[in-house]
């Protein structure tokens, strides 16, 4: 008997054992629906480094391309470069829903399950506030990039169960709806996300957030007051927010301006550098991009235009087109003597050495200037300066556009009469901007209003006549400042000044350097004497260029020997802006899921058809 | 899955005559595919679900006849003839976009324009624009392309004055439609045989009565491969210019890398015709009487000729083998190198058979 039992339960082992030993975790896998995944902070951070590279991308890594410089929508869609050929705002409503349609909710999705699984972690509560501060962050940073290109929005708090249809197909919520839920997110996290989080300039701190919610809400902030001047109070509260939150930034003491503004752009490793809140860092063999090279070794199909050389001060902190002229300028008839004393970071910007015209170059500039920003020279002969494996390391928010949204913010809430501008506002922004060494650039006094110089009132005679003359000074400050950081699209868009990305309303985009055909044949060659007499440059190998010349009645026309290029001859080529060009569109293929599912959504403006 | 399946066999005439036929029905249920649909709200992949339905109706005939005759003549023949269809019947798409996968989609469906003709200069003003009633092409018109006299012109199915892409859905295809099938339709062969007084002979034909495929690259479009360098075979020669205005392919543009563009768009005009019958085999024989054989030690002695391969009829506009098929493409399978594949091999061989 007693054998019988022992049999027995020798027979059962196996079938209760098994149990367990099947269902034992994967060791190399951290499963998401696990609860327990989710109290570990180790785990918390590194699923959040999941998500850095979409919201920070930097340079963005291998071949692919960012928004600065050129070469995506948002860094041609702009003024600050002419093109060889047109980078067309949207000619037709996508029918598919693809990347370049920025109608995308993933990361959106991501955050509010990583928030729905943080909320039940026991974790340290300090450890929790903080890490929801960060997931909170990031997404009122995701829904004001939605809102900015979309206008409304369906806004969700938590992930969507795809079984519920009222949730997926929900109306949209207003813009200033959906900025309000921005804001409170925001303010979260300016009160739980840490002050100093692991190596400095790699992690979402405190500043961080402060330093997004500048931008972001000078965004909604000037949107509201160009687009919808009804809703002042909007664009007012907006405003105050940006205006705080840069104001707590520059408070901190915790940045401060560093010495060199090139070194911004082309370090090799940015940690230690005083200005940088957070940088994309890149190392050799781990994660590299291509910026430089195809800054350095490529032909430029966009590069400065005339509309961004002519917006640089002169160094006696007046526009080259003063009212009443401006001494120091030289004029653009000479490239040598247009750049002289300008404002030095025209000089870390474009190469400074020459021209570099399409048939004399092999890597060219269409406007003759050649834009090297990015471009270390020491790395010029290394793999890290070549190919794709370029390893200077990409600033991704930094003081000086903290500086620049705060005295934006301050002289926007002064004009709709909510602040009164100080000179110290101008002290701590602009002024300190230009008393970086390698700047070193007149600083401004405010008097009345408008902006004084030593050499005089600073009055640019092509201000446009919308914008009043600090405003529009300041707007200029930040073109050169901030220049190719993939912001000046936004920039126009906000300020309701598309126009100026207009290449037909705008002709000094599509322009670049002044050139004598045979004054320049004849510089070329005694500055790079040729080997051989048959290799010196001759006017039948410059070819035929298109130049125009500005005419007695302020109308450009064509010349043959003399003029600015004019990279793009033909309208019907040049990119033009429609009043629609402001918000994206939705994607037909949505609009079609709705219409089936018995949901309407409206299509934005002017997209309809 | 299930079949049904409807069929004879009958055989007449002392077994001479054999005939098969099946109907049959095949439903395969339960595919695992995309679940519904979901708007891009949703922000993840949409989970995939058993849920897809293919059914396949088809037939398939088989005709035998063999009779040898009194006088030594024997004769022989075959022939087969099938079809299938196989339409998705269950699938979940809400947008019914006609580039994936919808209820109703009958696999190997091509979709594309209507080709009406090629613009002449009359249809133009003096400034270049289209006259007044002529459907406008703008959507396909891009910086460094405008149409213009010797472009291919799309009828304007839908009417509304603009040749368009709707928004590429079943429901509002703008002028595209289904114009052809890429999957062999009506498949037959057949095969005649006859042996008199030593003699044999044998031939086997094979075809597909209707097959349409969209080609791109170099060879289907004139300077459509991996550069606006790569030059334009020779059967594309016949193309237009102001005094060739009857010519088959529209005027030389640069059409690198672009498959489905411009003048190019899938269309009527330029659909390849697969269609084919290829004779597969001919044999022709002769064996010795066996009182020769004897004579000269052997048991049997044959001679003979084979051809494989030997001729097709097909009504296909370019030099590639009508049995190409999409899995027969270059490097990668990439749609520009279709056609650069061994074509099939014609082989004449004599032989004898002796047997000791």
Redesign the interface.
């Given at each position: 008997m007693k054998h019988k039992i022992l049999g027995l339960a020798l027979l059962t082992l196996p079938l209760v054992s098994c149990n367990d030993f099947l269902t034992r975790e994967p060791f190399d896998r951290l499963r998401g629906d696990n609860e327990e995944t989710w109290n570990s902070e180790d785990v918390i951070k590194y699923s959040m480094y999941n998500v850095y590279p979409s919201f920070f991308k930097g340079f963005n890594s291998g071949w692919g391309r960012s928004d600065w410089f050129a070469e995506t929508d948002i860094a041609d869609w702009n003024d600050d470069n002419a093109q060889e050929?047109?980078t067309?705002f949207t000619k037709?409503v996508p029918?598919?829903?693809t990347a370049a349609t920025q109608?995308?909710?993933?990361?959106?999705?991501?955050l509010?399950t990583y928030l729905s699984k943080l909320s039940r972690s026991t974790i340290l509560d300090e450890a929790k506030r903080h890490w929801i501060g960060v997931n909170r962050f990031l997404r009122a940073v995701e829904y004001a990039k939605l809102v900015s290109n979309f206008g409304d929005v369906?806004y969700?708090q938590e992930?969507?169960d795809?079984k519920d249809k009222d949730m997926?197909?929900?109306a949209f919520s207003p813009r200033l709806e959906v900025m309000d839920s921005v804001l409170s997110d925001m303010k979260y996290a300016m009160e739980n996300v840490r002050i100093s989080d692991g190596e400095q300039g790699l992690n979402i701190t405190r500043d961080l957030v402060y330093a997004y919610a500048s931008r972001i809400f000078l965004f909604e902030g000037t949107w509201q007051k160009y687009h919808n001047p009804q809703n002042a109070e909007a664009a007012a509260k907006y405003l105050q927010a940006a205006k705080d939150a840069a104001d707590y930034v520059l408070k901190s003491g915790r940045y401060k301006l560093c010495n060199n503004y090139k070194d911004l752009t082309t370090s090799v490793d940015l940690a230690g550098n005083p200005e940088v809140i957070l940088y994309r860092s890149y190392v050799a063999g781990v994660v590299t991009h291509s910026l430089m090279t195809f800054m350095n070794t490529e032909p430029e199909k966009s590069s400065p235009s005339r509309s961004l050389i002519e917006s640089y001060l002169t160094q006696n902190g007046l526009p080259i087109n003063q009212d009443g002229g401006n001494t120091m300028y030289l004029g653009d008839k000479d490239f040598k003597k247009e750049i002289t004393k300008r404002d030095p970071r025209l000089y870390a910007t474009i190469d400074t050495t020459a021209l570099r015209l399409p048939s004399v170059a092999a890597v060219y500039a269409t406007s003759g200037y050649f834009a090297n920003r990015f471009v270390n020279p020491s790395l010029l002969n290394l793999a890290g300066g070549k190919s794709y494996t370029n390893i200077t390391d990409a600033p991704v928010m930094k003081l000086n556009e903290v500086m620049m949204n705060y005295i934006e913010a301050a002289a926007e809430l002064a004009s709709l009469g909510k602040y009164t501008l100080t000179q110290s506002d101008f002290d701590r922004t602009i002024n300190a901007l230009r008393k970086r060494p390698s700047t070193n650039m007149p600083t401004v006094q405010l008097v009345g209003d408008a902006l004084h110089v030593a050499a005089g009132e600073v009055k640019d005679s092509q201000r446009d006549a919308d914008v009043s003359p600090i405003l529009w000074e300041i707007r200029r400050e930040r073109r050169t400042e901030l220049v190719y950081e993939g912001l000046r699209f936004n920039d126009l868009r906000r300020w309701k000044k598309l126009n100026y990305a207009d290449m037909v309303l705008n002709p000094k985009l599509n322009m670049g350097a002044y050139i004598n055909k045979s004054a320049y044949v004849a510089w070329y060659n005694r500055t790079y004497p040729p080997a051989k007499p048959e290799n010196a440059l001759t006017l039948e190998k410059l070819g035929k260029m298109n130049l125009v010349q500005l005419d007695p009645t302020g109308k450009y026309v064509a010349d043959e020997n003399e003029g600015y290029i004019k990279p793009i001859v033909k309208e019907?080529?040049m990119r033009t802006y429609k009043e629609r060009d402001y918000l994206y569109p939705i994607?037909?293929?949505?609009l079609?899921?709705?219409r089936?599912?018995g949901y309407a959504i409206k299509q934005n403006p002017g997209w309809e058809k | 899955m299930s079949t049904l399946d409807l069929g004879f066999d009958a055989s007449f005439f002392n077994n001479d005559l054999n005939v098969t036929f099946d109907w049959y029905r095949r439903v395969t249920s339960g595919m695992h595919t995309a679940g519904e649909q979901l708007p891009a709200t949703f922000g993840a992949v949409v989970p995939k679900i058993n849920f897809g339905e293919l059914t396949g109706t088809g037939f398939e005939l088989g005709i035998n006849y063999q009779h040898q005759f009194e006088n030594g003549l024997g004769l022989s023949a075959s022939a087969s003839f099938s079809h299938v269809k196989e339409v998705i019947t269950k699938f979940n798409s809400q947008t019914r976009s006609i580039n994936g996968n919808y209820e109703g989609k009958r696999l190997g469906e091509i979709w594309g324009y209507e080709t009406d003709r090629l613009f002449q200069a009359d249809d133009f003003d003096n400034t270049g624009k289209l006259k007044a009633g002529i459907a406008k092409q703008n959507k396909y018109e891009n910086d460094d392309f405008k149409f213009g006299p010797g472009d291919v012109k799309y009828k304007d199915l839908n009417g509304d004055g603009e040749i368009t892409y709707g928004n590429n859905t079943v429901e509002n295809p703008g002028d595209q439609k289904v114009i052809g099938n890429y999957l062999p339709n009506y498949e037959y062969s057949f095969s005649l045989g006859a042996t008199y007084k030593g003699f044999d002979f044998n031939v086997f034909f094979q075809g597909v009565g209707k097959r349409d495929f969209w080609v791109g690259g170099a060879v289907g479009i004139p300077s459509g491969g991996s550069g606006y360098m790569d030059a334009a075979y020779a059967h594309q020669t016949d193309y237009w210019t102001p005094t060739n205005t009857g010519a088959f392919y529209p005027r030389p543009t640069d059409m690198s890398w672009k498959q489905n563009n411009q003048n190019y768009l899938k269309q009527t005009r330029f659909l390849a015709n697969m269609a084919y019958l290829r004779c597969k085999n001919i044999t022709l024989g002769y064996t010795l009487p066996q009182d020769i054989v004897k004579k000269i030690m052997l048991q049997s002695f044959r001679v003979y000729v084979s051809a494989e391969n030997l001729f097709e009829i097909d009504n296909l506009h370019l030099p590639i083998d009508p049995e190409t098929t999409e899995y027969k493409r270059g490097a990668a399978n990439a749609a520009w190198s279709f056609g650069r594949s061994y074509p099939f091999t014609r082989t004449i061989s004599f032989g004898l058979q002796a047997t000791f």
């Open positions: 050929v047109a067309f037709n029918t598919a829903t109608w995308n909710f993933e990361n959106v999705r991501t509010n369906p969700y992930p969507i795809p997926l197909y929900r019907g080529f994607p037909i293929d949505q079609t899921l709705y089936n599912a | -």
